[in-house]
């Protein structure tokens, strides 16, 4: 009887989280902005409470921190979005240089192509089928304007939602202790709520100083090459820094790509690509582990696979609340001793002198 308990139990489980990942995919829309505003909140809450024993109202406080966010975003919109919609008109363009500068790759690459195609028109079977309704997919600019207007919509919420969380002060934190009718249960969830706020604040407000460094270093670095619009490339730079491991990535590529378009010569071309790298590997194996290694305490491979599946289920945004959004349920892991065991696992290795003592 008690394993049929178990089982159900397991089952159940299994079949909630299943639920939880359903409803997470098909309400993106309204879940991302209400995440982004709680961990912008939870970001600035250190911040807000030094004001507010400055003497500034939680109300003003709060106006001031958004006010501020608001502003980097537009100046980083303002600064950069002219060069970027042309970039974007002149896609077609970009491709052909690049297709030219790079015809000896491409061209081993149609040989293999038709090689390939030729053999498989050799072994197919001559056979007629339905035919086949191709649905025109919509254009380049109808799909980016429809995912801008939707970044800006899930922005501007979740500013705002962030602004009336830090406005109100404690009063979330009164009444979930209001919740609890022990007085170790309001200790617990006291205690876990500022550890998720400690960890998370901690993490981000770090994280967003190392990312400004380094795409002010990016950027210097590609001016002195004679690279165009280099501080735009250390805006993308700060924004890649926030997706673990594949913003370096595709910072790199993106660089690549318009080095290789801008330059008259491809080995000159490549040194920015390789000088991004190198500045993105320096910050992610040195830089980054000394400053937030001991707070973040993951280890990589719980933030790859998180990373993946956030990534998965919602692109891009869903990359970036990824690492905080693991912080805050290794937090909630630690504080429940049933939890305790997925906490372990999460948690990063430890120095085998240390345990000992």
């Given at each position: 009887?008690?394993?049929?308990?178990?089982?159900?139990r397991?089952?159940?489980?299994?079949?909630a989280i299943?639920?939880?990942f359903?409803?997470?995919y098909f309400?993106?829309?309204?879940?991302l902005?209400?995440m982004?505003?709680?961990?912008l909140?939870?970001?600035?809450?250190?911040i807000?409470?030094?004001l507010?024993?400055k003497?500034?109202?939680?109300?003003?406080?709060?106006?001031?921190?958004?006010?501020?966010a608001?502003?980097?975003?537009?100046?980083?919109?303002?600064?950069a979005?002219?060069?970027v919609?042309a970039?974007s008109?002149?896609?077609?363009?970009?491709?052909?240089?690049?297709?030219?500068?790079l015809?000896?790759?491409?061209?081993t690459?149609?040989?293999?192509?038709?090689?390939s195609?030729?053999?498989?028109k050799?072994?197919?079977?001559?056979?007629?089928g339905?035919?086949?309704?191709?649905?025109?997919q919509?254009?380049l600019?109808?799909?980016?304007v429809?995912?801008?207007?939707?970044s800006?919509t899930?922005?501007?919420?979740?500013l705002?939602?962030?602004?009336?969380?830090?406005?109100?002060?404690?009063?979330?934190?009164?009444?979930?202790?209001?919740?609890?009718?022990?007085?170790?249960?309001?200790?617990?969830a006291?205690?876990?709520?500022?550890?998720i706020?400690?960890?998370?604040?901690?993490y981000?407000l770090?994280?967003?100083l190392?990312n400004?460094?380094l795409?002010?270093?990016?950027?210097?670095?590609?001016w002195?090459i004679?690279?165009?619009?280099?501080?735009?490339?250390g805006?993308?730079?700060?924004l890649?820094?926030?997706?673990p491991?594949i913003?370096?990535?595709v910072?790199?590529v993106?660089?690549?790509?318009?080095a290789?378009?801008y330059?008259?010569?491809?080995?000159y071309?490549?040194?920015?690509?390789?000088?991004?790298?190198v500045?993105?590997?320096?910050?992610?194996?040195?830089?980054?582990?000394?400053?937030?290694?001991?707070?973040l305490e993951?280890?990589?491979?719980a933030v790859?696979?998180?990373?993946?599946?956030?990534?998965?289920?919602?692109?891009i945004?869903?990359?970036?609340?990824?690492?905080?959004?693991?912080?805050v349920?290794?937090?909630v892991c630690?504080?429940i001793e049933?939890l305790?065991?997925?906490?372990?696992?999460l948690g990063?290795?430890?120095d085998?002198?240390?345990?000992?003592?």
């Amino acid at each position: 009887m008690q394993d049929d308990i178990r089982a159900l139990r397991r089952s159940a489980g299994t079949l909630a989280i299943i639920a939880i990942f359903v409803v997470a995919y098909f309400a993106r829309d309204l879940i991302l902005p209400i995440m982004l505003g709680f961990l912008l909140a939870l970001t600035f809450s250190p911040i807000n409470r030094f004001l507010q024993r400055k003497g500034l109202p939680a109300a003003f406080a709060a106006t001031l921190l958004i006010l501020s966010a608001t502003t980097c975003i537009g100046a980083a919109v303002f600064f950069a979005g002219d060069t970027v919609r042309a970039w974007s008109d002149d896609a077609p363009n970009i491709a052909r240089e690049l297709k030219y500068k790079l015809s000896g790759v491409t061209e081993t690459i149609d040989a293999v192509k038709d090689a390939s195609t030729e053999v498989e028109k050799m072994t197919a079977a001559p056979a007629e089928g339905p035919q086949q309704v191709v649905v025109q997919q919509p254009g380049l600019l109808n799909s980016a304007v429809t995912v801008a207007a939707s970044s800006l919509t899930s922005i501007a919420v979740a500013l705002i939602l962030a602004l009336f969380l830090l406005a109100s002060g404690d009063l979330f934190y009164v009444k979930l202790m209001q919740t609890f009718r022990t007085l170790s249960g309001k200790k617990q969830a006291l205690a876990m709520v500022y550890d998720i706020e400690r960890r998370v604040s901690g993490y981000l407000l770090t994280i967003t100083l190392i990312n400004a460094g380094l795409g002010a270093v990016v950027a210097a670095t590609l001016w002195v090459i004679g690279l165009e619009h280099a501080y735009i490339w250390g805006i993308a730079a700060f924004l890649l820094n926030y997706l673990p491991i594949i913003g370096g990535i595709v910072g790199t590529v993106l660089v690549g790509i318009h080095a290789i378009t801008y330059f008259d010569s491809v080995s000159y071309a490549l040194v920015a690509p390789i000088a991004y790298q190198v500045l993105t590997t320096v910050e992610a194996q040195f830089v980054t582990p000394y400053l937030i290694g001991k707070r973040l305490e993951l280890n990589i491979v719980a933030v790859f696979l998180t990373v993946v599946l956030w990534a998965w289920l919602w692109g891009i945004a869903g990359a970036l609340v990824a690492v905080p959004f693991l912080l805050v349920f290794k937090v909630v892991c630690d504080n429940i001793e049933s939890l305790n065991v997925i906490s372990n696992f999460l948690g990063a290795a430890q120095d085998p002198q240390k345990s000992e003592v």
